[in-house]
């Protein structure tokens, strides 16, 4: 079982807007403001989508976007497109250094 | 452009040993730490273990300690990780990571069995 949980599945029509949920406890996000978001096609690896909770890396589409708030960040697609189908992981440094992920969201595009 | 490249994988008997490599091109290896991704079949990510980047300073998970040993050899770009007394749980496609400031880049991965 995850240390961080997440909706295990999430759907939109195109072009609507879903956000996905990551929870944890303060001791997952270590106060820290180190949460990212991957995004995974299958059978591939995968890649980030944001990063410290709202940034996103250079190339990644500006319909995705970060939010945290407490214990609990959140990812926002706008937008939504059919590329966007694919599983979801936030990611965390804890107060031990360690790496959590959440147990993944599969977005579904209707 | 950054690669992560692993070797290694493949299936082994419960009880048994695998050594996976993991060789880094594309940055200085010798100045960032290296951590070990896994993902079950059909499941999410799970953390594995990490090592410093003089090799001195090493961390896993408590399903892997005791039977998981992770090293680097700067010389050769490379992080093994050691992997002993394989269990079925064990099963998984391994990833090699780079923690770019607060965030992963991920190798390709390399499937390990453990079946009989």
């Known amino acids: 079982q995850s240390a961080l949980t997440q909706p295990a599945s999430v759907s939109g029509s195109p072009g609507q807007s879903i956000t996905v949920s990551c929870t944890g406890t303060?001791?997952?996000?270590?106060?820290?403001?180190?949460v990212s978001w991957y995004q995974q096609h299958p059978g591939k690896a995968p890649t980030v989508m944001i990063y410290e909770v709202s940034k996103r890396p250079s190339g990644v589409s500006n319909r995705f976007s970060g939010s945290k708030s407490g214990n609990t960040a959140s990812l926002t697609i706008s937008g939504l497109q059919a590329e966007d189908e694919a599983h979801y992981y936030c990611?965390?440094?804890?107060?031990?250094?360690?790496?959590?992920f959440g147990g993944g969201t599969k977005v579904t595009v209707l | 452009e950054v690669q992560l490249l692993e070797s290694g994988g493949g299936l082994v008997q419960p009880g048994g040993s695998l050594r996976l490599s993991c060789e880094a091109s594309g940055f200085i290896f010798s100045t960032y730490w290296i951590h070990w991704v896994r993902q079950a079949p059909g499941k999410g990510l799970v953390w594995v273990s990490r090592?410093?980047?003089?090799?001195?300073?090493?961390n896993y998970a408590d399903s892997v300690k005791g039977r998981f040993n992770i090293s680097r050899d700067n010389a050769k770009n490379t992080v093994f990780l050691q992997m002993n007394s394989l269990r079925a749980e064990d099963t998984a496609v391994y990833y090699c990571?780079?923690?770019?400031?607060?965030?992963?880049?991920w190798g390709q991965g390399t499937l390990v069995t453990v079946s009989s």
């Open positions: 990611s965390s440094y804890t107060t031990t250094s360690t790496v959590e």
């Open positions: 303060s001791s997952d996000f270590g106060g820290y403001k180190f």
């Open positions: 090592i410093s980047t003089d090799g001195t300073t090493t």
């Open positions: 990571v780079r923690p770019t400031g607060s965030y992963f880049d």
